[in-house]
């Protein structure tokens, strides 16, 4: 049943808001590792369109140039399955975390109190997050590991 507001129902929302703005801002930082996310998913991509180009006008068609190829076409696909997990799971956080403030909102209104409902939410946003970053974490090694291994330059 929804509850009337009245002045106590006033100040019920404006700490409902004062709890919101932490959510808020971490969906602002979450928002700034998809871009970070996806800006690297474009590089990658971008690579493997160049590497697609250079194969299809490498005259040299020699068994050597095309195991290279292929390899450094795995590299990149690898990379590429990574930075999307960790786009999913970077979403997840978002979604998550607007279902703990669209719920924390609604038990006020309709008067239920399932704290353990926006507690489980909010801990599963922050496992979801741990896995971006640990996803994200995994990108660099790849990238800084293939520089380290680097012998020839293929685009």
């Given at each position: 049943?929804?509850?009337q507001l009245n002045s106590d129902g006033v100040n019920i929302v404006s700490q409902?808001?004062?709890l919101s703005v932490a959510p808020v801002f971490l969906?602002?930082?979450v928002a700034g590792l998809l871009n970070v996310f996806t800006g690297?998913?474009?590089?990658?991509?971008?690579?493997?369109?160049?590497l697609d180009k250079y194969e299809e006008e490498n005259i040299l068609k020699d068994e050597k140039s095309i195991l290279?190829?292929?390899?450094?076409r795995e590299f990149l696909t690898m990379r590429m399955k990574n930075t999307n997990l960790a786009i999913l799971f970077a979403t997840s956080t978002g979604l998550?975390?607007?279902?703990?403030?669209v719920t924390m909102f609604l038990s006020a209104i309709f008067d239920f109190k399932?704290?353990?409902?926006?507690?489980?939410?909010?801990?599963?946003?922050?496992?979801?997050?741990?896995?971006s970053l640990f996803l994200f974490l995994r990108e660099i090694f790849y990238t800084t590991s293939f520089i380290n291994k680097k012998q020839s330059y293929i685009p």
């Open positions: 049943m929804i509850t409902l808001i004062q969906l602002a930082g690297r998913l474009s590089r990658i991509i971008d690579k493997v369109d160049k290279k190829i292929t390899q450094r998550l975390v607007a279902m703990v403030i399932d704290f353990l409902f926006i507690a489980i939410l909010f801990i599963l946003a922050m496992i979801c997050l741990i896995i």
